[in-house]
């Protein structure tokens, strides 16, 4: 498996704001996954990182709201961009084990957001 | 219609019993498949892969059928500490896009 670790936390930021979310895997990952998790609801895809070339957004998600960094193997951003309070949301990360590409996902402890 | 469903739940059920979820999917070309669980407030956590040929884990038995686009999983058994939310997941596309369902929520009482 992987362990997948996620900074911030949480963070409770204001309305029009940026934040910058971290995710660190602990080996080497072919793909890693960005997800959001809305109060009470399942998890939505919103881009897979690609390393060496754009993210690939999900349909309704867009890079001037949510940029996507993947500057190698083993580490990722997200941003959430100018936020509103409809941001409010658990982001988290995900990637699968080693370089195979339909195994199982492993997933980081999320960053959870509040947007005033 | 959503691309994976589940049942609406929530299952409220004594310690003991067993307990069945069911899943469908409406993308035939899905490739895999999987039983996540989810705790409140956590990540969801890898529970289980479904394999074809049905596959077993203990009190966790979890099936496939391809040809009615159908996934389950069976909980034996049940414990206090079964309660959390059990997301069906399916995998399809060239990069292993994940897709889950909206979770059937587990309660097991004593």
């Known amino acids: 498996s992987a362990v997948i670790s996620q900074k911030p936390s949480r963070d409770i930021c204001q309305r029009g704001t940026s934040l910058t979310i971290q995710c660190q895997v602990d080996?080497?990952?072919?793909?890693m996954f960005w997800y959001r998790q809305q109060p009470g609801q399942s998890l939505t895809l919103i881009a897979t990182?690609?390393?060496?070339?754009?993210?690939?957004?999900e349909s309704g998600f867009v890079i001037d709201k949510f940029p996507i960094s993947r500057p190698n193997l083993t580490f990722s951003t997200l941003t959430v961009s100018n936020m509103s309070p409809e941001d409010s949301s658990i982001y988290l990360c995900?990637?699968?084990?080693?370089?195979?590409?339909?195994?199982?996902?492993?997933f980081g402890p999320g960053t959870r957001l509040t947007v005033l | 219609r959503k691309e994976v469903e589940q049942d609406p739940g929530p299952f409220n059920v004594p310690e003991g019993a067993t307990v069945a979820f069911n899943c469908t999917y409406s993308?035939?070309?899905?490739?895999?498949f999987f039983w996540y669980r989810q705790d409140c407030r956590k990540e969801p956590k890898l529970l289980m892969s479904?394999?074809?040929s049905g596959n077993e884990d203990g009190r966790f038995t979890a099936q496939l059928n391809r040809a009615s686009q159908y996934i389950s999983l069976l909980i034996r058994d049940s414990k206090l500490s079964d309660s959390a939310t059990y997301l069906c997941?399916?995998?399809?596309?060239?990069?292993?896009?994940?897709?889950f369902g909206a979770g059937t929520r587990l309660a097991v009482h004593p």
């Open positions: 080996s080497q990952v072919t793909m």
């Open positions: 990182a690609n390393q060496g070339s754009e993210a690939t957004y």
């Open positions: 993308n035939s070309a899905s490739q895999s």
């Open positions: 995900s990637a699968p084990p080693g370089y195979s590409s339909y195994n199982e996902q492993f």
């Open positions: 997941v399916v995998s399809s596309g060239g990069y292993n896009k994940l897709i």
């Open positions: 479904v394999y074809s």
